[in-house]
């Protein structure tokens, strides 16, 4: 049977993507453009070429890092093999980067759910289809910006990392096209000026696997879709231009994804759980509109951004749970960068209002399995709750960023938050130092303090969650090295240390585990406070820039991370914990027609809990006692200690040709891809029969060699 990695391939991870849905209130904070003394830190493309034909080749450079991270242009990372065509989908190649059931990224020892996303000063729902594909265009993508620790303090919502991404403007061009296909997806980009002044973009994919996918299933599968795997998205932006000191920017973006089975009532997974009967399924969407007025005076630059986000999630989890959730989000916000001194100040105001309306049905069970191995739901009773909630959010910021001599500069700031809902209020330090120690290398330190809103509706319920949690917070350390020099190769050397603490673990003397036992203390808190972490680890990059027709990177990690349940006592490495992460990725460019590339990726086996043997659970007869007699109603698992025990390593090849050519006379791109060249098959987990006594493994997909093609013409 072959369940596992099927659901892997299509994203169908739900029974952890209530996160997806669930992850209400991402606090908003949005990046700057200005560039500030002494912050070349970009991948920055460049020409390789001096003559001014179209054919140029892109010379691609790590030239220095982000205080806080890394930037890459879409132009550099947008054929890189095994993304398809999707340039945040290479994330997974820069330094440690942990992909979470599939696609969201982990940083440094930090849940998925600790990042945050924001595209053009506002925030974004979903970044992710629960295909893996991201919900931009991929021609869109200017860049992006992986914030990995002590960022600046205009972000105030994220202890794990930030992903700041920047979409192109719209060009005063005449109206033009691009049209992409695959096997995967179909898309189209339309852009065009109105005026001398004016012009806007319109983009929309729509994904294509749900019109072949059963037609691939095994027949050996043990479910069948109520709702084949499908989703879209769109990215409108307008701008105008109104004179040489104002614009006006009008833009939205959304996404939805739908998909549902339904398990056979005599499948693997129903016998193990017998909650699960009646299947899964994820409806969600999100919505974001907004105006954002940009003015350049004695002032510096000043944006007045004003932002409704709008997400939606229904999830269906067999008896498990039944969620209908809408989240709105209004936030009026203000920046401003001006020279000041030998410097640049960044500072910033911004409102936010929130409503979180929801009705859910689910097993009051409470559990966090970033912390342990959740006691069977089917021991427990099904609840209903309605609630709306309304949480205001108030933020002040402001950065330093100045030279304080030839060979020193530094970046100083803080931020201000406070919520209505907790009633906490936060201030917390943000501080660079950068040491010029030559004219080819730079040493950088860095500390900053850290906090995030609730990821996940029933932290906010009173009836699932705990409504007196406070929030989780974090401190960030970064001690750094870098080669800047003239040399095709660029390289940095970082260290980091980060803790955590406040995070959120269950009440154990809540929990149900057994048919005949009741929760300890029902009058109790069904989450606490009382989970701390910490991480710690290393990380190279050497990033060569185009010459003699190629180009590359090589990234190098080492990393521990851990976690501490203060209520058990327990100690272990978190789950995603991988200790070594290596990635090679290059590009030869054949001629200017053709181009191939190869992304080899090398990281440790997950970590995972063993199944030790099982206890059957019998009906109860009319005394209130297990009857032995007869027919168990399931198996409950007896598990070793959690996360002690790690699979084998990991390890892929993937490669790309790309072909320039012209189609109908218009500017054509082919490209082939070929998944897991090399056909390396690495166990991703065990699969179970219903009484555990017998497992097979689980292979991460995909299993053998998988060749794509897709194409995009420009008109």
């Not at 037609?215 to 932006?237: G, H, R, S, T, V």
């Not at 907004?290 to 004695?298: E, R």
């Amino acid at each position: 049977m072959k369940t596992l990695p099927l659901l892997s391939t299509i994203g169908l991870t739900l029974l952890s993507s209530a996160a997806l849905a669930n992850d209400y209130a991402n606090e908003e904070s949005n990046g700057n453009e200005k560039k500030k003394p002494d912050q070349s830190v970009n991948v920055t493309p460049k020409s390789a070429s001096t003559d001014n034909t179209d054919n140029k080749i892109e010379k691609i450079r790590v030239v220095g890092s982000k205080d806080s991270g890394l930037e890459l242009s879409s132009d550099k990372i947008l054929k890189v093999p095994g993304a398809g065509n999707d340039p945040i989908r290479a994330i997974e190649s820069l330094p440690g980067i942990v992909l979470a059931r599939g696609f969201a990224p982990a940083v440094r020892g930090s849940s998925p759910e600790d990042m945050y996303y924001q595209s053009d000063d506002v925030p974004v729902g979903n970044v992710f289809h629960i295909d893996s594909f991201s919900t931009f265009h991929p021609n869109l993508i200017r860049s992006f910006e992986l914030k990995t620790g002590a960022w600046e303090a205009e972000f105030n919502d994220a202890i794990g990392g930030v992903i700041d991404t920047r979409l192109k403007e719209p060009e005063i061009v005449d109206p033009t096209a691009i049209v992409d296909f695959s096997f995967l997806r179909t898309g189209v980009l339309f852009e065009s000026k109105i005026n001398e002044n004016s012009a806007f973009y319109f983009a929309m994919r729509q994904s294509l696997v749900h019109l072949y996918i059963e037609e691939i299933l095994d027949d050996e599968e043990q479910f069948q879709f109520d709702q084949a795997p499908i989703n879209n998205d769109y990215q409108f932006k307008y701008v105008n231009y109104i004179d040489a000191d104002n614009k006006l920017t009008v833009q939205a973006t959304g996404s939805n994804d739908e998909v549902a089975l339904l398990f056979d009532d005599d499948s693997d997974e129903v016998l193990q759980n017998p909650d699960l009967q009646g299947g899964i399924g994820v409806d969600q969407y999100y919505h974001n509109q907004s105006i954002i007025w940009t003015n350049y005076s004695n002032w510096g630059e000043t944006k007045v951004i004003a932002n409704r986000l709008e997400r939606s999630g229904d999830i269906v989890i067999g008896q498990l749970l039944d969620l209908d959730a809408k989240t709105t989000d209004y936030m009026f916000k203000v920046k401003n960068n001006q020279d000041w001194g030998n410097g640049v100040i960044s500072s910033g105001v911004e409102l936010r209002s929130q409503t979180v309306d929801y009705a859910v049905t689910g097993k009051q069970q409470p559990c966090n399995n970033e912390f342990e191995v959740c006691p069977p739901s089917y021991y427990a009773d099904t609840e209903f709750e309605s609630d709306e909630i309304d949480i205001n959010f108030y933020n002040l910021f402001t950065d330093y960023d100045w030279n304080l001599n030839a060979d020193w500069s530094a970046r100083v700031g803080a931020v201000y938050s406070y919520n209505d809902y907790t009633e906490e209020t936060f201030v917390e330090p943000r501080v660079t130092l950068r040491w010029q120690v030559t004219d080819e290398y730079r040493l950088k330190v860095a500390a900053g303090q850290h906090h995030q809103w609730f990821r996940q509706y029933k932290y906010l319920s009173s009836k699932f969650g705990a409504p007196d949690l406070k929030l989780s917070q974090s401190n960030h350390y970064v001690l750094g090295i870098e080669y800047v020099g003239e040399s095709d190769y660029a390289w940095r050397l970082e260290t980091y240390y980060k803790d955590m603490d406040d995070l959120v673990v269950s009440n154990p003397l809540l929990q149900v585990n057994d048919l005949t036992s009741n929760p300890s203390n029902s009058e109790g808190a069904n989450y606490l406070n009382e989970g701390v972490g910490d991480a710690y680890g290393v990380e190279f990059l050497i990033n060569k820039a185009i010459s003699n027709d190629w180009y590359g990177w090589l990234s190098v990690a080492y990393s521990k991370t851990e976690r501490v349940n203060n209520l058990t006592g327990e100690e272990f490495r978190y789950q995603y914990d991988l200790p070594w992460i290596v990635n090679l990725v290059s590009n030869y460019e054949i001629n200017e027609r053709w181009q191939i590339g190869g992304r080899w990726r090398l990281q440790s086996g997950s970590l995972y809990t063993p199944i030790i043997s099982a206890d059957p659970v019998y009906p109860l007869d009319q005394s209130g006692n297990p009857d032995a007699e007869q027919e168990p109603i399931f198996y409950d698992p007896v598990e070793a200690a959690f996360n002690s025990d790690r699979l084998e390593y990991f390890h892929r090849l993937d490669i790309r040709l790309d072909y320039q050519t012209t189609l109908w006379n218009k500017e054509t791109n082919i490209y082939f891809e070929v998944l897991n060249l090399y056909g390396q098959k690495s166990v991703e987990g065990y699969e179970y029969n219903a009484d555990y006594s017998e497992k097979e493994k689980e292979y991460q997909f995909p299993e053998t060699p998988i060749p794509s093609i897709g194409i995009q013409i420009i008109f």
